[in-house]
């Protein structure tokens, strides 16, 4: 049986993986990467962040071409909706940016193996990786270096029974044939909201299911609420505080049950999305072969530098622990394997930043003002509307607000939360400047061009000190 020789193989090509393969060719490393689909670039770009953010632009330029244009003084007569063609402009995004991950793999000379990576035990202190491809045919390695970075698989409930029809997951979701006429959403998390956003704008009546009585978990409470309310006014609707029982398919709709209250109640829906949080995928590695197991949250426990129990063995991004963002995965990513070829790899967890895609858009970085309060950490707060910045004016898009949070004592930045336009986009100074250990007055006396919606972080940060200038 011939073997193949690397010094790294990486298990997984989304964005922690193929962005760790790179660098670790980089790194003079000679470098394999196994993934199952025929598409590089993980759920995130295939089925994910990439394609739902492709659905969000298109259906938001549709839901302002139906009456938002109109206070610009743009009379458009009839904006009609063609789903295919925007469906066809989102699968092409995705084509274009799988092709250029695989275009990378080639300028780095890194080598890919299409099929299912599964770890097949040691061997004179390497580990032993087996390809099995769709096709039959197996390849396989002998690694140095094994990083596992398989990501994760979307989560389900008891009672609620997924057809990839009327009852599916995200996947389902970024590909409608047709505008639901209510989609009901179970879980109002990012991917909840996002998708339902899209398909509200588009037509659908969007009903969101929540067994919190908020919506958003995680997200500082304040920002959260305040999108709540836009979020209700664009149309969404909001259950809160129920447990959903059941869903399953019904005819050519489904129908989802719930318990609000202790008294069950019943929806009938055209489609149903079932978004309740993402659980790691590490089905068929073989952990079990090199004597490698998994927490009761089904996640590869590592240390600080993602080492696993296991010499040579190392694990990031949606199968450890920590926020699952592809980001994160993609710092995890380099941080591991330049400590591997370098000795230094770090990854700062205290700046890595949040964005729900909605619109307006909500962003976070760093403690929310509940952690804070929880650890008992004094702080002061400074925020400023986009109500009172002309730049949010000029767009016609002043809901929202920025919110930072600073050390009472040093006043260095601990968090910062922002909803309104661009949030994804201004949230990056404050990351950057947490990144360096600033101040909030670093950030206020620092000049922010005018008009822009980066004002309103700067006014934010002078409200630290009760010095903001325009309100």
Same mark, same amino acid.
């Given at each position: ?17 193929? @962005? ?88 780095? &000379? ?9 770890? %097949? ?24 270096? @094994? ?86 006014? %664009? ?11 059941? /869903?399953? &398919? ?142 949010? &004016? ?14 009472? %004592? ?47 972080? &700067?006014?934010?940060?002078? /409200? ?8």
């Amino acid at each position: 049986m011939s073997e193949a020789h690397f010094d790294l193989v990486v298990i997984g090509a989304g964005p922690g993986g193929y @962005v760790g393969a790179i660098r670790a060719a980089q790194l003079g490393m000679q470098v394999a990467c196994i993934e199952k689909e025929p598409a590089l670039g993980g759920t995130c770009l295939r089925v994910g962040c990439i394609p739902s953010k492709a659905l969000l632009e298109s259906s938001e330029l549709y839901h302002r071409a139906q009456g938002d244009l109109g206070r610009h003084g743009i009379v458009v007569p009839s904006a009609g909706l063609d789903l295919a063609a925007m469906m066809k402009r989102k699968d092409d995004i995705v084509r274009q940016l799988t092709a250029g991950v695989a275009g990378l793999f080639k300028k780095n &000379k890194v080598t890919r193996f299409s099929g299912t990576g599964t770890l %097949q035990g040691r061997r004179d202190g390497l580990t032993l990786v087996r390809c099995s491809a769709a096709d039959g045919s197996v390849t396989h390695m002998v690694a140095k270096h @094994v990083l596992l970075a398989t990501g994760s698989e979307p989560s389900s409930l008891p009672g609620v029974e997924l057809d990839g029809d009327r009852v599916g997951t995200s996947t389902e979701a970024l590909a409608f044939s047709a505008v639901p006429g209510h989609l009901v959403v179970v879980g109002a998390g990012v991917i909840g909201v996002e998708l339902g956003s899209v398909w509200l704008r588009l037509g659908a009546k969007v009903t969101v299911l929540e067994y919190l009585d908020r919506i958003l978990p995680g997200t500082d409470a304040e920002i959260a609420a305040a999108a709540q309310r836009v979020f209700k006014k %664009q149309g969404m609707a909001f259950e809160l505080g129920v447990k959903v029982t059941g /869903a399953r &398919k019904d005819g050519d709709g489904a129908v989802v049950t719930f318990d609000k209250g202790g008294v069950e109640q019943t929806l009938r829906a055209d489609r149903v999305l079932v978004a309740v949080g993402r659980k790691p995928y590490t089905a068929a590695l073989g952990l079990d072969s090199v004597g490698l197991t998994t927490d009761k949250r089904g996640r590869i426990e590592t240390d600080a530098h993602f080492a696993t129990a296991v010499p040579g063995i190392f694990a990031i991004g949606d199968v450890i622990a920590g926020p699952m963002l592809a980001h994160k995965a993609e710092e995890e990513a380099v941080a591991c394997v330049e400590r591997l070829a370098t000795g230094w790899g770090h990854v700062d967890y205290d700046s890595i930043p949040g964005i729900v895609y909605t619109d307006p858009e909500v962003a976070t970085v760093g403690k929310s003002e509940e952690d804070l309060k929880a650890a008992g950490t004094p702080y002061r707060k400074g925020s400023f509307p986009f109500m009172a910045n002309g730049r949010a &004016k000029a767009l016609g898009q002043t809901d929202g607000m920025v919110k930072i949070l600073a050390d009472a %004592q040093t006043d260095k930045v601990l968090g910062c939360a922002i909803f309104g336009p661009r949030a994804g986009d201004l949230i990056a100074e404050v990351a950057v400047a947490m990144a360096f250990g600033a101040s909030s007055e670093d950030i206020a006396r620092a000049c922010h061009a005018h008009p822009t919606l980066a004002e309103v972080v &700067k006014e934010a940060a002078l /409200a630290v000190d009760g010095r903001a200038i325009h309100i």
